[in-house]
């Protein structure tokens, strides 16, 4: 059984060290990966599925095949699957374990104090868009597309790792799920019908269209702090889904930017035909978008959301993790697997600013200048799960507070150059 699993059970090649997450179907674990010799180890996330699981034929046949498919989806944006299998009764996947958090509780915990400002979220969707697209994409040997569609594209499937980095996560696992008897199933998809696709929630055929529309909710969420589609009951949830009424933006904010709101609508479009038609569409109007209103939103901007907002708990579990490493040492190596870098270092030499956003400067198009404005501009708003709607305008004080930051900037070279020539005559 999945509750008698703990630190120390093995699935597969791999020890299981911390309980990390639990989901209505599995449990997930960073675990140790045991490779031909301890110094090839390394740590993996280990999703275990219930028991009862494996004793659907229907789900174990798909959740193999669809696991073993997705393997080959190879992007930045996706998380990779390393290998599946079944072990005592326990169907389990390995993976890249992305150290850090799902958008989910990453929205909770910033809403708690101050929402995700929009340029960010408007950031993560275009990556998450970029992931998807890969998946999509995915073509067998003879270069024909696979199809493949990932069926639960929800904030809890979009993590955020420590670098800021954005990955999807769960292809296949949703298809495969979707064979679990009715009896097995009851109440274990609690709360995922108000992500799901009008044609999803009717039972009719899906394509990847159905997940595009299942990403512009998560946008809409993300803009607007407002839940989109929540009933009191799941079955009300299902109705209104099915509905597809999506109230445009500006109309619950005055101040919501009319090119943004054209992009969500677009998205979220009842007629699968009326919508994006690939997430690589969306993912180019998202860029476009901030391109547009001069916004550059750093990969690092992304990091220090996560650290501001959930950076204690990420750093307790990886002493956890290290904890446990040293516990279960296998020879020489022990709990040197995992970096002893602090959790959150900034990436690719950028500093992690709060908010990340800036203006482009014009001499290289890009500006990580950094500039942290503590997303001042935005007032403190409820998480999606209120109703409350607040103005956010997009970040113009910030963009006042980078312009300045960069002429203090030219203004001191300019300095420094003038006091070098006086020096040098
Ligand atoms: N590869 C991974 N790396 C890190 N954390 C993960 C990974 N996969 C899943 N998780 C965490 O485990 C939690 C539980 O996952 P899951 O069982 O899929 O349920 P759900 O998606 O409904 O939350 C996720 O919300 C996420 O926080
Ligand atoms: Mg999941």
């Known amino acids: 059984m999945t509750t008698d699993l703990q630190p120390g059970s093995r699935l597969g090649d791999a020890e299981l060290l911390v309980r990390i997450g639990r989901g209505g179907m599995a449990t997930v674990w960073v675990a140790r990966e045991h490779g031909r010799a301890p110094k090839e180890d390394r740590l993996v996330a280990i999703k275990a599925m219930l028991p009862e699981l494996a004793e659907e034929t229907e789900f174990v046949r798909m959740f193999l095949d669809e ?13 990779n699957v390393y290998d599946v299998g079944e072990h ?25 104090r101050r929402a995700i400002p929009p340029e960010m979220a408007v950031r993560i969707i275009a990556d998450a868009a970029a992931g998807l697209h890969a998946a999509h994409e995915l073509r067998d040997e003879n270069a024909a597309p696979r199809g493949v569609v990932h069926r639960d594209i929800s904030p809890h499937n979009i993590l955020i790792g420590t670098n800021g980095a954005v990955k999807l996560v769960d292809f296949g696992v949703a298809k495969a799920v979707g064979r679990v008897s009715e009896a097995t199933r009851a109440g274990q998809l609690k709360g995922k019908f108000g992500y799901m696709s009008p044609e999803q929630a009717r ?21 607007t702090s407002r839940r989109l589609f929540r009933g009191e009951t799941d079955i009300e949830t299902l109705k209104l889904v099915i509905s597809s009424r999506v109230p445009p933006p500006t109309s619950l904010d005055p101040h919501y930017p009319p090119e943004l709101e054209r992009i969500v609508m ?13 997430a690589a569409e969306l993912e180019a ?57 602090p959790v959150f270092t900034p990436t690719g030499g950028e500093r992690i600013s709060v908010t990340g956003a800036s203006v482009p400067s014009r001499a290289s198009g890009l500006s990580y200048s950094g500039v942290s404005s503590a997303g001042g501009s935005l007032p403190g708003v409820a998480p999606p799960s209120s109703r409350s709607v ?35 005559h």
Do not use: C
């Open 390 to 424: 607040v103005s956010r305008g997009m970040s113009d004080p910030n963009r006042v507070i980078a312009i300045v930051a960069y002429s203090v900037g030219v203004a001191g070279i300019l300095i420094a150059i003038a006091v070098l020539y006086l020096n040098g």
């Open 266 to 278: 677009r998205a979220l479009q009842r007629d699968p035909q009326a919508r994006y038609q690939s």
């Open 88 to 112: 005592e009764g326990v169907m389990w996947m390995s993976m890249e374990w992305v150290e850090g958090e799902s958008l989910h509780t990453v929205i909770a915990e910033a809403g708690k």
């Open 285 to 341: 109007d998202l860029r476009q978008y901030l391109k547009s209103k001069r916004i550059v939103v750093a990969q690092s901007g992304i990091a220090g959301l996560l650290k501001r907002v959930i950076g204690d708990r990420i750093e307790q579990r990886r002493r956890a993790v290290r904890s446990a490493l040293r516990t279960r040492a296998r020879g020489s190596v022990g709990d040197d697997l995992l970096s002893s870098e």
């Open 67 to 79: 696991v073993r498919l997705v393997r080959s989806i190879r992007h930045p944006n996706v998380v």
């Open 203 to 223: 039972g009719k055929p899906i394509d990847r269209r159905s997940d595009l529309f299942a990403l512009g909710i998560v946008l809409f969420e993300l803009t």
